[in-house]
Antibody
């Protein structure tokens, strides 16, 4: 069973870079796979940040593209998110997720399972 | 960017009642629409994908319908554990992938 766990600093100062990792267990990220980062400001809805294939190809939300980098760390079986020049508007719970796979096939851009999420607060 | 509008924002119902949630897209997404359930303090869970296919392990009381711009999530008979927030998401035109603003199903 695939499980994901986000980790990283819970507090980041304005203008600095937010860095999170998503540790994956029960599945090798070097296998055919597709992963995503999604965030949720407190009390608000979901926003897709970006995604990465096992090949390393990445796709980003245009609204964040200039500040986002998603990458794989295959030896550690994890992937990471970096968001630069953060402001208070980047305060959110950050989730990592894998594409959904039924018994028959996998579907890019439907996400399940998800990690439990980690709250990142941007404040001085 | 495709905007997804969910209605109503809040639905107040009793256990055993039928819930009907709506998601409208600003342009056609064909059948590339999914529904997620999120409970307080938890991550979202995929319920329905490709507009009408139930994800693995999802009870049959959850069903999805629609295509193009108008979609519906129906919960045939609400169980206590179904009171939650529900989001729709499209993958027809991306990036970006977009989510609706959510519908909260609360106990009346």
């Amino acid at each position: 069973q695939v499980q994901l766990q986000e980790s990283g600093p819970g507090l980041v100062k304005p203008s600095e870079t937010l860095s999170l990792t998503c540790a994956v267990s029960g599945y090798s990220i070097s296998s055919d796979s597709y992963w995503g980062w999604i965030r949720q400001p407190p009390g608000k809805g979901l926003e897709w940040i970006g995604s990465i294939y096992h090949s390393g190809s990445t796709y980003y939300n245009p609204s964040l593209k200039s500040r986002v980098t998603i990458s794989l760390d295959t030896p550690k079986n994890q992937f990471s998110l970096k968001l630069s020049s953060v402001t208070a508007a980047d305060t959110a719970v950050y989730f990592c997720a894998r594409r959904y796979c039924s018994s028959a096939t996998c579907y890019e851009n439907w996400f399940d399972p998800w990690g439990q999420g980690t709250l990142v607060t941007v404040s001085s | 960017e495709i905007v997804l509008t969910q209605s109503p924002a809040t639905l107040s119902l009793s256990p055993g009642e039928r819930a009907t949630l709506s998601c409208r897209a600003s342009q056609s997404v064909s059948s590339y629409l999914a529904w997620y359930q999120q409970k307080p303090g938890q991550a979202p869970r995929l319920l329905i994908y490709d507009a009408s296919s139930r994800a693995t392990g999802i009870p049959a009381r959850f069903s999805g319908s629609g295509s193009g711009t108008d979609f519906t999530l129906t919960i045939s008979s609400l169980e206590p554990e179904d009171f939650a927030v529900y989001y729709c998401q499209q993958r027809r035109n991306w990036p970006p992938l977009t989510f609706g603003g959510g519908t909260k199903v609360e106990i009346k």
